[in-house]
């Protein structure tokens, strides 16, 4: 899996992915104003329909504290 352009064979599933989304966003919308609303749904129905299996796969490291994450330029700058 160390070797760049190698492919790593397991997979784990989302927690948080699609079936979560199904299950929580009917939950969730009830709270929100209609703008949000429609824009939480809005997404659950692109996401039903995007075609992820082409999307390459690998292991990430994705929590995005300030320490973990690369910016090119310095701080406040706009790229």
């Known amino acids: 899996m160390h ?7 397991g997979r784990l599933e ?3 992915g699609l079936p979560w989304w199904r299950e ?3 939950r969730v919308a009830p709270f929100l104003d ?3 609303r429609t824009l939480l749904l809005s997404e659950l129905e ?4 995007a075609n992820t299996q082409a ?3 690998g292991a990430i490291h994705a ?3 300030r320490d973990n994450a690369l910016w090119d330029g310095p701080p406040g700058a706009e790229n």
């Open 3 to 9: 070797l760049a352009g190698q492919s790593y064979p």
């Open 14 to 16: 989302n927690p948080r």
């Open 24 to 26: 929580t966003a009917p």
């Open 34 to 36: 209609s703008p949000r």
């Open 46 to 49: 692109f996401q039903e329909n």
């Open 55 to 57: 999307l390459p796969r």
């Open 63 to 65: 929590d995005l504290f």
